[in-house]
Nanobody, 123 residues
Framework: QVQLVESGGGLVQAGDSLRLSCAAS????????MGWFRQAPGNEREYVAA????????SYANSVSGRFTISRDTAKNTLYLQMSSLKPEDTAVYYC????????????????WGQGTQVTVSS
């Protein structure tokens, strides 16, 4: 079992930066590939970024590439999402997830999910 807890969300203005964190616990947490997803009201949950269990490879959705950076601190079992140049369309609940399919963009390939953290970007 892996437990995931997100933090760092909030209300910011367009153009601002924000860093999300996801604390993972459980004996095997460090062995999982990780991802960030987001869900806006009325929309399906969508892929944002992913990182391999060892942090050596990453991937991003086109909509955030160049603005967001995913990283992880394996010693602290913590996943991060650094978001820059935020836009109103980035407003959503952001979820971290753990799975065993490296760099997958599919929600179906993730076994564990956090409760989410709200990010609101005002124009």
């Amino acid at each position: 079992q892996v437990q995931l807890v997100e933090s760092g969300g909030g209300l910011v203005q367009a153009g601002d930066s924000l860093r999300l964190s996801c604390a993972a616990s459980g004996r095997t947490a460090s062995r999982y590939d990780m991802g960030w997803f987001r869900q806006a009201p009325g929309n399906e949950r969508e892929y944002v970024a992913a990182i391999t269990y060892n942090g050596k490879s990453t991937s991003y959705a086109n909509s955030v590439s160049g603005r967001f950076t995913i990283s992880r601190d394996t010693a602290k079992n913590t996943l991060y999402l650094q978001m820059s140049s935020l836009k109103p369309e980035d407003t959503a609940v952001y979820y971290c997830a753990a799975g065993t399919r490296p760099l997958s963009s599919s929600v179906d390939h993730y076994d564990y999910w956090g409760q989410g953290t709200q990010v609101t970007v005002s124009s």
